[in-house]
């Protein structure tokens, strides 16, 4: 499934898989696609990431928009592209990286915290800047930022939940990332599907309830 910047808009919502055991990926990925989510990273620092990639991005090419997470180096955009990663997210802007996702008009979405950092991650070509840790800083932070910065869609990342959501959406944030809440280690390994499921579905209903609120 390839990339559409208007359905992620409209959904908002990206799932980060991190250390999940290969034998586990089609459980966990199949819990995401039942609740609901389209658009997921597997980060790079997960074992055997590239071939995860491979295998999620052929197996839910038709419902999940695969891409690769933790990218930090122009060698591992390259790996996760060649695997079939649709998208990639770093914890940071990297030039190197984001020159080739321009290259290869690749969605790219860099870390970034200070309103320097925003505003270079955005002219250097993110579609979206992951702003990380928001928990650090809490919703207030995304109202501050978008006095100056109302052009450019900021994505919560760290710490996100159900409750706080509304917050982070009336404050301008344009979309929430959700990651080891959901997807923790002791889920992933015991099979527990329907948790994750179950959690994400009610991640999707808060963001779907309050999309666009200042709209």
């Avoid at 992620?8 to 989510?37: Q, T």
């Avoid at 919560?156 to 280690?185: E, K, R």
Wanted: charged share 20%.
């Amino acid at each position: 499934m390839k990339f559409d910047s208007a359905l992620f808009k409209d959904e908002a919502v990206l799932a980060i898989v991190r250390g999940v055991p290969e034998n586990r990926l089609e459980g966990v990925l199949d819990s995401a696609r039942d609740a609901g989510v389209k658009f997921l990273e597997i980060t790079l620092n997960t074992d055997h990431a590239i071939r995860l990639i491979q295998s999620a991005s052929k197996r839910y090419e038709g419902s999940l928009c695969i891409g690769a997470g933790t990218v930090r180096t122009l060698e591992q955009a390259e790996q996760a592209v060649a695997s079939g990663a649709r998208f990639l997210v770093s914890p940071v802007l990297n030039e190197e990286v984001a020159s080739y996702c321009r290259s290869q008009s690749l969605p790219y979405i860099p870390g970034a915290l200070t309103p320097s950092e925003i505003e270079k991650a955005w002219q250097a070509g993110a579609i979206m800047v992951k702003v990380f840790p928001a928990s650090q800083w809490g919703p207030q932070y995304f109202r501050e930022i978008k006095g100056p910065f109302e052009d450019i869609p900021l994505m919560a990342v760290g710490g996100v939940t159900s409750d706080n959501i509304p917050a982070y959406f009336s404050s301008g944030a344009s979309a929430v990332a959700v990651g080891g809440s959901v997807f923790s280690h002791s889920r992933m390994i015991n099979g527990e599907y329907s948790k994750i499921r179950d959690h994400l579905k009610e991640i999707i209903f808060a963001v779907k309830k309050n999309l666009h609120t200042m709209e």
